[in-house]
């Protein structure tokens, strides 16, 4: 049965200009299309967009004391781009739209997306923000992720910053529960809107 495909469209914001999308890629989403595609059983393409091929976009002004208002903001902004697009019937469940940006929405939010939803924002200071908000995007939930142990520690991308921890790796994986979220919502016949709109956390202590 044929499945439509996914697709991650990553605006890079200008003030990433100096970094080159291979290395952008490889530090963000080297390991995050294999994942989603073994997960749902559809190809996965994650395009980076650099600020001169869409200004409109890459020059969004993301920072923001309340992070929901930069998301709503942000959501605008990629349904105009949707408008003008040739195709215009992309579906959200699959096509979502990720902005990258070099500094956090404000001192308490790395990244912030709809769970479920096509559009979030993500700051490279943490390594994993980027999958973590993409993971909110298709259902992927806090309360699910998982801490394992295979020889060592490692914590699955959607653990919360709060209970991060520095001795723990990046697992580069999605829970088994969390990829059960996500396949039943790609999978599912029709989906309801966006729930609610989940921020990731900055706290004090972790900021430079």
């Known amino acids: 049965m044929f499945k439509e495909s996914l697709a991650l469209l990553v605006f890079i914001h200008q003030d990433l200009a100096d970094y080159s999308k291979d290395d952008l890629y490889e530090n963000c989403f080297s390991w995050l299309s294999e994942e989603m595609e073994s997960i749902s059983g559809r190809k996965m393409l994650i395009r980076l ?3 001169e091929e869409a200004p409109g976009l890459t020059n969004h002004p993301y920072k923001n004391s309340d992070a929901s208002t930069s998301l709503s903001a942000w959501k605008i902004a990629v349904d105009n781009y949707r408008r003008n697009r040739p195709r215009k019937d992309l579906n ?3 096509n979502k739209f990720l902005l990258l940006t070099r500094s956090a929405i404000n001192s308490q939010v790395l990244g912030i997306a709809d769970l479920p939803g096509y559009a979030g924002i993500a700051s490279i200071e943490k390594r994993r923000t980027a999958a973590h908000e993409v993971g909110h995007m298709f259902n992927a939930v806090h309360q699910d992720s998982e801490v394992l142990y295979n020889g060592w520690w490692s914590e699955t ?3 919360p910053t709060d209970d991060f921890s ?3 790796h990046d ?3 999605f829970s088994d529960k969390n990829r059960e979220n996500i396949r039943a919502y790609l999978d599912a016949k029709k989906t309801s809107g966006p729930t609610r709109a989940v921020p990731r956390p900055e706290y004090d202590d972790e900021q430079d």
Do not use: N, Q, Y
Request: aromatic share 6%; hydrophobic share 40%; no cysteine.
């Open 166 to 168: 520095e001795l723990r």
């Open 49 to 51: 967009i650099s600020p």
């Open 171 to 173: 697992a580069d994986r």
């Open 92 to 94: 959200p469940r699959f």
């Open 157 to 159: 991308v959607m653990k």
